[in-house]
């Protein structure tokens, strides 16, 4: 037997609900009752796909215009002050090696976890895709289980 997280013990969270359903293959009684019974119809899939699409796409901009070349870039400053730490004749003790070091290695694990991220969002965009075309297809069904029956 499954338990779903309810709020105020009477409406079941949705994102639960479906990842239940994707998860289990279990269709509980309210998420199929929203996927077929009419409040999910193709205006309201177009706007939950544009939606999430823009979201989407709004965190790969974010990624690759202004983290990648942040991170880029102080990795560049990094690297000269690395090799400013090694010129001791003229800097001396000024600059302490193992702390540049370290600031290029978690920098560089930095960007290794947003690409990470932006290969993750593209497959999560392109989950989503896939799963707004079953709707389309879901709610097309629909209306013609509704159309023949009447």
């Not at 409406?11 to 199929?32: D, F, M, S, W």
């Not at 090694?86 to 003790?93: A, H, I, P, S």
Request: aromatic share 10%; glycine share 6%.
């Amino acid at each position: 037997m499954c338990s779903f997280v309810y709020i105020d013990d009477a409406i079941p969270l949705p994102q639960v609900e479906l990842l239940g359903l994707l998860a289990t293959g279990n269709l509980n009684p309210a998420v199929h009752e929203y996927l077929s019974g009419g409040e999910l119809d193709q205006q309201k899939a177009k706007q939950w796909e544009t939606k999430s699409m823009h979201s989407y796409t709004n965190v790969q901009r974010i990624i690759v215009e202004y983290l990648q070349p942040a991170c880029e870039r102080l990795l560049l400053q990094l690297s000269k002050l690395r090799g400013y730490g090694l010129w001791t004749k003229r800097y001396g003790e000024l600059i302490c090696n193992d702390s540049v070091a370290a600031a290029i290695k978690l920098t560089q694990q930095y960007m290794w976890t947003m690409e990470q991220l932006l290969k993750s969002v593209g497959q999560v965009s392109r989950r989503f895709q896939e799963f707004i075309l079953w709707i389309y297809r879901g709610s097309g069904e629909n209306k013609n289980k509704i159309k023949t029956d009447v």
